[in-house]
């Protein structure tokens, strides 16, 4: 993956392999670059204090390197701010407790071949998700494109948050979670748009239906952000056993009880090229919910295959 100008927050925590005691932290220079390598220090002994090291050293211009067959264990969060430095990310950080990739206030960003996993082992299926872990979050954003990501975890496979423009997606599995969101938007008093986004080759499965209100007013008012929210292309998108295909809905936080007064201008989304199966005859194919104050336009659903699995009568 390649970073031009970002401030990365990772907050991680892995069960590490055995690997030989050390706390190196390989420095050279070649063709003009600094590189940094780091290595594991074994099993759970915290490696964080050189990850950080190695971002500062190699913060501009530069490559960092964690090598494959690494496992790092990490003990508390990772911040760090860079400019054009390409990371080679062949270790493993595993088990993400909050976030896994939150990206926040970049620019000209790329990122290929990651997989997320955020899922209690010991807990039965469908009840096993982590709440408020992540896959890939974006927010003061501006052209960014990630491909071939995976996730499997029980929140947003991906979320693309306020002030994110020119974000491209590319072949994409969500296995559990709440699938992919453009929000939350409108939550906070602050100018919210999100522009230019293109996600396709998409699949996914199994995702949680489940409510987000519970655990992110934190007890507060929230609302009255505003914005606008254009020019959004999803494309080639494989569902099975969803709770629902693509919606729109601007009536989410405060359990609803200020539907249609959301702020936020909707226009110009295209939802093309949608297949699978919904897990049960009650989810809707398609919906849209918008506000009255600023109402939804140029809304479009192409090419849409989509069915509700069977229903009986008891």
Partial sequence: MQFSSIALALATASTALSLPATDSLGIAKKTGRHTCTVLARGKEQSKVDNIVKSFKECRKNASVIFPQHQTYWIDKKV?????????DWSGEWLQAQFWSFNIMSGKNLSFENITCSAFAS?????????????GFNTMD????TFKNFHYHGGD??????????????????????????????GQYLEHNSVEDIMISNVKMGHLVDQ???????EGKARGGGWGKVRKLLFSNFELQEVSRGPFITQDNGNNDSYAGTSRMEISDIIFRNFTGNLKSSSGRLG???????????????????LQAADGRCR
């Fill in 141 to 144: 954003v501006t052209n960014a």
């Fill in 122 to 134: 010991n807990a039965p299926t469908g009840a096993n998700w982590v709440q408020n872990a992540d």
């Fill in 156 to 185: 947003d496979c991906i979320a693309i948050k306020p002030r994110s423009f020119g974000i491209k997606g590319d072949n994409v599995t969500c296995h559990g979670g709440n699938s992919i969101a453009i929000g939350s938007l």
């Fill in 287 to 305: 919906e849209i919910s918008c506000s009255k104050e600023h109402p939804c336009f140029n809304i479009s659903f192409e090419g849409m295959n």
């Fill in 211 to 217: 409510e987000q209100d519970s655990y992110e007013n």
């Fill in 79 to 87: 911040h760090v701010t860079l400019d054009n430095v390409n990371i």
